[in-house]
């Protein structure tokens, strides 16, 4: 007899940016010139002074288990940057550091949710809302982001949406896959329909110091909202820190237990010397970041007009993370195929809008962390291929 895997792994869904990013380099190995506009990454170094304070922390032996909820000096950095950003008083003890923003939308579904339990997400959306949902035997709840509303959500569409087995809302922004930002009228209501229900919300902020010219409010700030909502943030983008797997949430005290049984029973806790370099990141100079916002904000103001002079293609501007969302519906061919045929025929690596819903065909998504010189060269393959669709 042949041994099998568990029916839970097989409800476990992926995240597309890894597949074609494989794929890519498959490619590449066979010769085939690719611009890489999939992953959603920063193309910069991690800044010098974090990467040395974390190579300090090993040489100080820094190197053993350490205290599965956090450093207490991370813990109360992090308190404090929440707090100070998000203008609330964040407790050192109600914040959890975990390897990376991801494990916290696993572990809070996770302690929130049974079979049975819905779980309101965006559409289009990160790929793993979805997954953890469904892996937790529970119920995905699509909320369509609309274009024509900046890629927020209606908010009449949310109240109509929960239901009293709604146990989790998962929002978004500035968000991935579209750039989009909840505008603070949309989360107002939001926050009022909410509270009316026993539902708890993750605020999934990682992109938060990722804005140009727009606010990106928390719903976390409104009032009555802190002791239900997990807001989730994280060094990956912020600090251009993907690979060294740091996130941290400011959680309600009743999910401080649950949260961090999960994280005991799985990596037991983040290296020390790991989170040593993330107080750096938190406490030290911010020039970095600063930079490369502005880096990103001249690439967004190049590609979004220039992906608008491609005949079928429509972009909205972006107010946030590194994101464009073309809508490609007006071209003769469907997203998906779009997408492939852009990387094998015109070496153009990017993501076709189905790897984050079924609210998200029509689209592609192109991350711009990636040089403007390589954007350029991008934008004209495009252009050819498309041209050679008889657009
Ligand atoms: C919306 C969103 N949330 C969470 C994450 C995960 O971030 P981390 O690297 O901190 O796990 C990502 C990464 O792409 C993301 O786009």
Redesign the pocket.
């Known amino acids: 007899m042949r041994p099998t895997v568990a029916h839970a792994v097989t409800r476990l869904g992926t995240e597309g940016a890894f597949a074609v990013l494989a794929r890519a380099r498959a490619l590449e190995a066979e010769g085939l010139d690719v611009i890489h506009l999939e992953i959603?990454?920063p193309d910069f170094e991690t800044p010098p002074h974090v990467a040395e304070a974390g190579i300090a922390a090993i040489r100080a032996g820094e190197t053993h288990y350490c205290q599965t909820a956090g450093l207490p000096v991370l813990r109360e950095a992090a308190a404090a940057s929440l707090s100070w950003s998000r203008d609330i008083p964040v407790d050192p003890q109600n914040v959890l550091v975990a390897n990376?923003?991801?494990?916290f939308?696993f572990f809070t579904v996770l302690a929130t949710c049974s079979p049975g339990d819905e779980v309101i997400y965006p559409d289009p959306g990160?790929p793993?809302y979805e997954s953890a949902v469904r892996f937790a035997g529970a119920t995905p709840v699509p909320l369509p982001l609309r274009e024509s509303l900046g890629f927020s959500f209606d908010p009449a569409e949310l109240e109509s949406l929960l239901t009293d087995r709604t146990r989790l809302v998962i929002l978004?922004a500035p968000?991935?896959p579209t750039g989009g930002v909840i505008p603070l009228a949309d989360l107002e209501r939001a926050a009022a329909a909410i509270l009316r229900t026993p539902a708890w919300v993750l605020t999934?902020e990682?992109?938060a110091r990722i804005t140009y010219d727009v606010d990106a409010p928390s719903i976390s700030s409104l009032p009555g909202m802190l002791d239900r909502t997990i807001l989730?943030d994280?060094?990956?983008?912020t600090f251009s820190m993907?690979g060294w797997?740091?996130?941290y949430a400011a959680v309600p005290t009743d999910l401080v237990d649950p949260l961090t049984r999960l994280i005991v029973n799985s990596t037991s806790c983040v290296p020390p010397f790991v989170q040593l370099a993330g107080v750096a990141a938190l406490e030290g100079p911010q020039d970095a970041v600063v930079e490369m916002v502005a880096e990103f904000r001249s690439r967004r103001d190049y590609l979004v007009p220039a992906l608008n002079t491609i005949p079928g293609v429509s972009c909205i501007e972006p107010g946030g993370a590194f994101y464009a969302f073309p809508n490609v519906s007006a071209l003769p061919i469907d997203a998906d195929t779009l997408a492939e045929r852009l990387l094998v025929e015109a070496g153009v690596a990017l993501l076709a809008g189905s790897a984050f819903g079924v609210h998200a065909t029509g689209h592609l998504r192109v991350s711009y962390a990636s040089s403007l010189r390589n954007l350029e060269q991008a934008v004209e393959r495009i252009r050819a291929f498309v041209a050679t669709l008889g657009v």
């Open positions: 959603g990454e990376g923003a991801k494990p939308l990160f793993i978004n968000q991935n999934d990682v992109y989730l994280g060094f990956s983008k993907t797997r740091l996130g």
